[in-house]
């Protein structure tokens, strides 16, 4: 925006934090620029763990908010992108920007979708190779575009890839180990998962929503899955119940 920093200037106001930056953004960023601006954030999850989630989550709220009293902040759009449900985001539903605005839910890919990305790439898999690649990963759009990207360069034959899929140097390795963490010392989203590999089901409707929001859980009627064959088989043998 080439816009001066003057940060410490709001920074040193008696106020708590939410309050110096929305003044930050409204009385300065805003009114000085003078032209829309788009604020997006990704992987907003991140700020789940932290202390201040409720507060940041709030202040974003309140800058919506303050759109329709507000004609300075008419000038700002948010665009959030999370792979968490969003409801986990913050404890005051009330307080939240998520059930407000448009809410754009990413599908899996298709058969004819992963086949058409395959001929994008130069068709690095072929027809045998391209149905395994869609039963391992169900058409989990990160991983899909993963695969293709490491197969059409050269950097792992489909054999080598399907061999390795949930070594933890594998290709998928980060990505899994990152589900593994998050579910890390709650004990109860362990067993919720341990009993949706082992018995298709998930007994609490809460732990079910909580595993489904974060991308590993999906239902057909009132049998539960994991979201594709690749999680069942990590967590099969990374999960003890």
């Not at 489909?158 to 004990?187: C, M, V, W, Y």
């Amino acid at each position: 925006m080439e816009m001066a920093d003057k940060v410490d200037e709001y920074w040193n106001m008696p106020l708590g934090n939410s309050q110096r930056c929305t003044r930050y953004v409204g009385r300065y960023l805003l009114k000085e620029f003078g032209n829309p601006i788009v604020l997006a954030m990704d992987e907003v999850e991140r700020v789940f763990d932290t202390d201040f989630r409720s507060d940041f989550f709030g202040m974003l709220r309140s800058w919506h908010n303050s759109r329709a009293t507000n004609p300075i902040w008419k000038q700002l759009d948010l665009a959030l992108v999370t792979s968490t449900e969003p409801y986990q985001l913050i404890d005051n539903h009330n307080q939240s920007p998520f059930n407000v605005g448009l809410v754009i839910d990413l599908e899996d890919f298709t058969a004819a979708q992963v086949a058409d990305l395959n001929r994008r790439h130069g068709s690095p898999f072929n027809a045998s190779e391209e149905k395994q690649l869609m039963a391992l990963l169900g058409g989990h759009p990160y991983l899909v575009r993963l695969a293709l990207y490491l197969v059409a360069s050269d950097r792992l034959y489909p054999t080598e890839l399907f061999a390795s899929a949930i070594a933890d140097k594998g290709p998928f390795g980060n990505h899994l180990r990152n589900h593994l963490f998050q579910l890390h010392n709650k004990q109860e989203l362990v067993q919720g998962m341990f009993q949706v590999i082992h018995q298709n089901t998930c007994e609490d409707e809460r732990i079910f929503f909580r595993l489904r929001g974060a991308g590993l859980v999906r239902r057909e009627g009132r049998v539960v899955f994991p979201c594709c064959q690749l999680y069942t088989d990590y967590f099969r043998e990374h999960l003890r119940g």
